[in-house]
């Protein structure tokens, strides 16, 4: 096998799916693998055509669109990642909620949403892998990469459409189980403090409450208190980077074990009862079915090193 694959010249027809869908996420849809930037530049070169005419990044696709996606030169990727195919393959039992339109899964803590950073692959990658013949998997919305919990996979780019239509609306309801420092006062039920995102000459993000930044809001609700700790259930109503965890050091209530955001003297103690990750889980999603208009609540269980924390913890 050589390096690199060659890709040949398409057509593509545009479906009804695709409606809608500019042209520059289309072919990064289409062309995995290639850089963003080259994407572009065959854009502005002129050699991706749509009804044999020249376009712009930002064009809408109309359904019967002849889109022609020239040779374009793609690293070539092995079908699994070996260094963790394990945990790829156990994805199909994470699986907590799927019909013809979307997945609902329960992801591990540790795995990334998508390759970046220097990973090649993250959940979407090694779900597509696995699902070979789905191929419109995307993403819905995304989780940290230190937390688990629900996340959502749309199977049709209509199903896509109309969940990020929930999500801009904000009538999809998220909700997290968090373990924070300290006791939480009963009448913190909600938080709203402006979140800027900095992003480090390393490549990290880091987010911080300032005036600068964009309106971010999260509700609280005390679970249970422990002697020195406190599991709160946090639902936030925007969606912002880091922002239950950004939130919760704002209140004065740092996450357990959080690498970024939290207290090294709590996270020791919490080490102590056999916590050794972020404790931030999202346990349910409620939105509503794209096609049938029900409204679908699913909950994802903690996995076996949250609950014996909180075992160990209630003893």
Same mark, same amino acid.
């Given at each position: #096998?050589?390096?690199n694959?060659?890709i040949?010249?398409r057509?593509?027809?545009i479906? @009804?799916?695709y409606a809608?869908?500019?042209i520059?996420?289309?072919?990064? @849809?289409?062309?995995?693998?290639?850089?963003?930037?080259?994407?572009?530049?065959i854009?502005?070169?002129?050699?991706?055509?749509v009804n044999?005419?020249?376009?712009k990044?930002?064009?809408?696709?109309?359904e019967?669109?002849?889109?022609r996606?020239?040779?374009?030169?793609v690293a070539?990727?092995?079908?699994?990642?070996?260094?963790?195919?394990d945990?790829?393959?156990a994805l199909?039992d994470?699986?907590l909620?799927?019909?013809?339109?979307l997945?609902?899964?329960n992801?591990p @803590?540790?795995l990334?949403?998508?390759?970046?950073s220097?990973?090649?692959?993250?959940?979407?990658e090694?779900?597509?892998?696995?699902r070979p013949?789905?191929?419109?998997?995307?993403l819905?919305?995304?989780?940290?990469?230190?937390?688990?919990?629900?996340?959502?996979? $749309?199977?049709r780019?209509? @199903?896509?459409r109309?969940?990020?239509?929930?999500l801009?609306?904000?009538? #999809?309801?998220?909700?997290?189980?968090a373990?924070?420092?300290?006791?939480?006062?009963?009448?913190?039920?909600?938080?709203?403090?402006?979140?800027?995102?900095?992003?480090l000459? $390393?490549g990290?993000?880091?987010?911080?409450?300032?005036t600068?930044?964009?309106?971010?809001?999260?509700?609280?609700?005390?679970?249970?208190?422990y $002697?020195?700790?406190?599991?709160?259930e946090?639902?936030?109503?925007?969606?912002?980077t880091?922002q239950i965890?950004?939130h919760a050091?704002?209140?004065?209530h740092?996450?357990?074990?959080?690498?970024?955001?939290?207290?090294q003297?709590?996270a020791?103690a #919490?080490?102590?009862?056999?916590?050794?990750?972020?404790?931030?889980?999202?346990?349910k999603?409620?939105?509503?079915?794209?096609?049938?208009d029900k #409204?679908?609540?699913?909950?994802?269980?903690?996995? $076996?090193?949250?609950?014996?924390?909180?075992?160990?913890?209630?003893?």
């Amino acid at each position: #096998m050589s390096e690199n694959q060659q890709i040949q010249v398409r057509w593509v027809t545009i479906e @009804a799916d695709y409606a809608g869908q500019r042209i520059d996420n289309f072919l990064l @849809a289409q062309l995995k693998g290639v850089p963003k930037s080259l994407v572009y530049r065959i854009v502005r070169k002129g050699e991706v055509r749509v009804n044999k005419k020249r376009c712009k990044p930002d064009y809408k696709l109309q359904e019967g669109d002849q889109v022609r996606i020239p040779p374009v030169r793609v690293a070539e990727r092995n079908p699994l990642p070996s260094a963790k195919l394990d945990q790829v393959q156990a994805l199909n039992d994470q699986v907590l909620y799927e019909d013809d339109l979307l997945i609902v899964l329960n992801k591990p @803590a540790g795995l990334a949403v998508h390759g970046g950073s220097g990973l090649q692959f993250g959940l979407i990658e090694s779900l597509r892998s696995l699902r070979p013949d789905a191929k419109h998997l995307e993403l819905v919305h995304r989780l940290d990469r230190e937390t688990s919990g629900c996340i959502l996979i $749309s199977k049709r780019r209509s @199903a896509l459409r109309s969940l990020h239509e929930q999500l801009r609306e904000k009538t #999809m309801d998220k909700h997290y189980l968090a373990l924070v420092r300290g006791h939480w006062q009963e009448h913190v039920k909600f938080i709203a403090a402006p979140l800027l995102k900095n992003t480090l000459k $390393s490549g990290e993000r880091v987010v911080r409450v300032d005036t600068a930044g964009k309106p971010s809001e999260t509700r609280f609700r005390v679970k249970q208190k422990y $002697s020195n700790c406190t599991l709160v259930e946090a639902s936030p109503i925007t969606g912002r980077t880091h922002q239950i965890r950004v939130h919760a050091l704002h209140a004065g209530h740092p996450i357990a074990c959080d690498p970024k955001y939290g207290d090294q003297v709590f996270a020791a103690a #919490m080490n102590e009862v056999g916590l050794n990750r972020l404790f931030l889980h999202a346990h349910k999603l409620t939105f509503r079915h794209p096609q049938s208009d029900k #409204m679908i609540t699913v909950e994802a269980p903690l996995d $076996s090193t949250l609950t014996n924390t909180l075992k160990r913890l209630q003893a």
